[in-house]
């Protein structure tokens, strides 16, 4: 599998293109973007790109998400499957 960040993803130890090759099936893998600002918000991996040559799953979210807006006071964890994309 190989993992190309978006110029936004921030990955730590990442900047370009890089492969991952001891995954085993039923294994998980995740990416997060860090961001060393207090605004939890501007976190996002947006147009990073996964290769695979295996059948894979990729799910993308957020872990506080504020539905329908800002001007509530909870959130919750938003998680959907990615669709795959043309080369």
Known sequence: MTITPSSTANLEGHTNAYTITN???GQTYQ???SD???DDYTND???TLINSDK???VFAGANLALVPDLNYDFGNPLVQQQLPVAD
């Open 45 to 47: 991996v947006t147009g």
């Open 31 to 33: 990416i997060n973007s």
């Open 23 to 25: 995954l085993q099936q």
């Open 36 to 38: 060393d600002t207090d």
């Open 55 to 57: 059948p894979i799953a």
